[in-house]
C-alpha cells in the first residue's frame, strides 16, 4: 500500500501524486479499513500528530507517538502505524516536482537540510512558537485543498513552501547534533554533480567515476539515502527540465530531444512516456491545468 493511496480522492487530488493533505484521522480509518502491514511512501510525507499515543516505525525504527511531533518520510520509506483512533494531526504528501516543475529553476527550498540527505531525522518536534504559525498554514492548505478557487495551485505552492521553511528551520535545530555518514555525504555530492551534468552526462557509471565508486555502489549508497537509485534521480531530473523547456520555452518535443542530447526524438519520446507516465504531445497539450 502506498500513503498517498488513501489520499487518492479524484474530486480533490491536485494531480496525480503531486500534492495532497487530508486531516489525520480521516488517513487512520482509511489505514485500518485495509490489510495490516507497512504502507511505503511514493512522495515526501509529513505526518502530524497534535494530539495521541501509541507507536510508529518508520522502516525499523520504532518511535513513540509524541504530540506536537512530526514525522517525515522520504520517498521509500515503510511507514507502520499502531496509533489510537482519536489521534488528531495532519498527513502532508507532495513531489519534490509539485515544488520545482513551474519554477524556471531549482527552489532555494530545494537546497535545505530538509531535503539533504544527511540529515534523514525522521522525527522533528515542533515547539510551541513555531506551532502557531505552522498550524495556520496546514489549516489554510487543507481548506484551499477542499476548494476550486481561481489560482488554487499557486496558493497551494505558495502555502506548501512557507511550511516547509518554518519546518526547515526547526529541522536545521534538532539536526544539528546529528553527524552525517560517509554514505549520505557521497549521495549529496551525486545530486549537486546531478545538477550540474545531467544535460550530459546520463549514465551511472559517469557519476561514479566522479566519486571514485562502483555504479552498482553509488546506486545502493543514493537508494539507501532517498528511496531511489542513482539511475531513476537521473532519468527523472531530465524529465523535470523536458516540462520546464515545454511549459517556460514552448520548444517543440524535438528541439528538447536536441538540446538534453537525444539526437533520435523517437527515442527520446519513448524515454519521456516510460519516465514520466505521459507521452510528450499530451503533456504540453494539458500544460495549462497539468497540475
Known amino acids: 500500500m502506498y500513503i ?12 496525480n501524486k503531486q500534492f495532497a493533505i487530508s486531516e489525520f484521522g480521516v488517513v487512520l480509518k482509511q489505514i485500518t479499513d485495509q490489510e495490516q502491514g507497512p504502507f511505503l511512501a511514493d512522495s515526501y510525507s509529513i505526518l502530524w500528530i497534535f494530539r495521541g499515543s501509541g507507536e510508529i516505525r518508520i522502516d525499523m525504527e520504532k518511535f513513540k507517538v509524541e504530540d506536537d511531533a512530526i514525522y517525515y518520510l522520504k520517498p521509500g520509506r515503510a511507514l507502520t502505524l499502531d496509533i489510537n483512533e482519536d489521534a488528531k494531526g495532519y498527513l502532508i504528501s507532495f513531489s519534490r516536482e509539485f515544488l520545482e516543475l513551474y519554477e524556471k529553476k ?34 489554510e492548505m487543507l481548506q484551499e485543498f477542499q476548494n476550486y478557487f481561481e489560482l488554487r495551485l499557486e496558493i ?3 502555502l ?6 518554518y519546518l526547515s528551520r526547526q529541522f536545521e535545530n534538532d539536526a544539528s547534533n546529528n553527524s552525517p555518514s560517509r554514505n549520505w555525504d557521497l549521495a549529496n555530492i551525486f545530486y549537486s554533480q546531478l545538477e550540474k551534468h545531467f544535460v550530459t552526462k546520463k549514465m551511472v557509471k559517469d557519476y561514479a ?3 571514485a565508486v562502483t555504479p552498482g555502489y553509488l546506486n545502493e549508497i543514493v537508494k539507501d539515502a532517498s528511496g531511489y537509485s542513482a539511475s531513476y534521480h537521473i532519468k527523472q531530473r531530465i524529465i523535470l527540465e523536458a516540462k520546464r523547456m515545454a511549459i517556460f520555452e514552448g520548444d517543440s518535443m524535438k ?9 533520435d526524438p523517437a527515442h527520446f519520446s519513448k524515454y519521456f512516456k516510460n519516465w514520466s507516465g505521459v507521452n510528450f504531445t499530451d503533456f504540453k497539450k494539458g500544460v495549462s491545468n497539468y497540475c
Not at 539533504?116 to 496546514?138: G, T
Open 255 to 263: 528541439e528538447i530531444a536536441y538540446y538534453l542530447g537525444f539526437f
Open 209 to 211: 567515476d566522479m566519486l
Open 156 to 158: 497551494l505552492k505558495g
Open 160 to 165: 506548501l513552501k512557507i511550511f516547509m521553511i
Open 4 to 15: 498517498s493511496n488513501f489520499l487518492k480522492d479524484p474530486a480533490k487530488t491536485v494531480s
Open 106 to 139: 531549482t527552489t532555494e527550498l530545494i537546497n535545505t537540510s530538509f531535503f539533504n540527505y544527511s540529515m534523514n531525522l525522521p522525527v522533528i518536534k515542533i515547539d510551541a512558537e513555531m506551532r502557531s504559525f505552522m498550524m495556520a498554514i496546514a489549516n
